[in-house]
């Protein structure tokens, strides 16, 4: 529960790097950090690295990558693409 409250209260500050950057940008340390918290968890020695990697992922994988997705498929109809 800890974790999720922390990445829910770190996802605002981190989304707004969608509003400075190209959303390929963002992907671009997004994957990384969500493939690196992957391999946390499954090494984890102790509760402590279990409880980071948890955020991470929650960080990374249940925040980030959904608004990177929403943010980019918004932008993309702005921009007039959809049909």
Do not use: H
Not at 24 to 39: D, E, G, I, Q, Y
């Amino acid at each position: 529960m800890l974790a999720t409250l922390a990445s829910a209260a770190t996802l605002p500050w981190l989304g707004r790097t969608l509003d400075l950057m190209p959303g390929w940008k963002v992907v671009r340390f997004t994957m990384p950090a969500l493939a690196f918290a992957c391999v946390l968890i499954a090494i984890a020695p102790n509760v402590a690295v279990l409880a980071l990697s948890i955020y991470l992922l929650r960080l990374f994988g249940q925040g980030m990558m959904i608004e990177i997705a929403l943010t980019e498929t918004g932008r993309w109809f702005v921009a007039g693409v959809a049909l």
